[in-house]
């Protein structure tokens, strides 16, 4: 298991928090958030061995048995894996996830039944207004599915835009060269192809991209704001570049 840093909180736009956690030995942040409204929503849930730190995280900002909302991407420990442990925390939290994560995992993994949203489905949590996009593969998994809060245009990106580094909570700058570096990286160790690449990713990653987010909150590195349209398009290109060529993939067994 990682050994992590205290979490830092940045609100990163108007009730929008961010939770970072810095795991030197993989020299990579795991950054959660928390959406504060009348019905508080948290997305991913970090690792079982990370919720005592983030529950004490989300207590500098509200009462964790306010959370009405536990979302995320896809089923993977650092996205879900503390899903019961804030359900025992919030007593009138429910799970929300897409149909597919509902159907195949979150059914029976989870301690309340999830809410299974369907792509474009709207969950009001008071002021904010989160549409559920189905972007199955897209980081990767099935399952997988974005939070796009329509009222202030933040994006939950989960894996989208993956940087190393204890980088910056909040950036303005061209994410392009770290997320290549990242993907290279990544590409050249026994963690490769994490991302499946093929003709859904371009169209998927343009579909977000006409969403025009002005907040992008991400996963692993720093959240960006600015013109999430373009952002989207260029990580559409450094994709392609990087996990494109089907004969450039990396293998550890090569
Ligand atoms: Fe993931
Ligand atoms: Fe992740």
Known sequence: ????????????APDVYRF??????SD?????????????????TGFRATFPAL??????????????WVGFSHFESDEC????????AAPHAEPVCSFVGAAINVNDFANRPPKAMAD???????????????????????????????????????????????VEPLTESDLSDRVRAALSRMQG??????????????????????LKPKTLAIMH?????????????DLAAVMGEQLGDPTSCGSPSR
């Open 55 to 68: 529950r004490e995280a989300v207590a500098r900002v509200i009462d964790p048995s306010r959370i009405r």
């Open 1 to 12: 298991m990682f050994a992590f840093n205290a979490p830092n909180v940045t609100e990163i």
């Open 81 to 88: 894996g503390a899903l019961n442990l804030w359900l025992e």
């Open 221 to 233: 590195g720093s959240s960006f704001t600015g013109d999430g349209e373009r952002a989207l398009r």
């Open 189 to 210: 160790g026994p963690l490769a192809n994490y991302i499946p690449y093929n003709a859904r990713t371009g169209v998927i990653l343009g579909q977000l991209a006409d």
């Open 120 to 166: 474009g489905e709207v969950l009001a949590t008071g002021r904010y207004r989160f549409r559920f996009c189905s972007t199955a593969q897209i980081p990767h998994g099935w399952d997988a599915g974005l939070l796009f809060e329509e009222t202030q245009r933040t994006l939950l990106c989960s894996d989208l835009f993956h940087q190393a580094g204890d």
């Open 20 to 25: 970072g956690l810095y795991a030197p030995g």
């Open 28 to 44: 990579l942040q795991f950054n959660f958030f928390l959406v504060r409204d009348d019905q508080p929503l948290l997305f991913t």
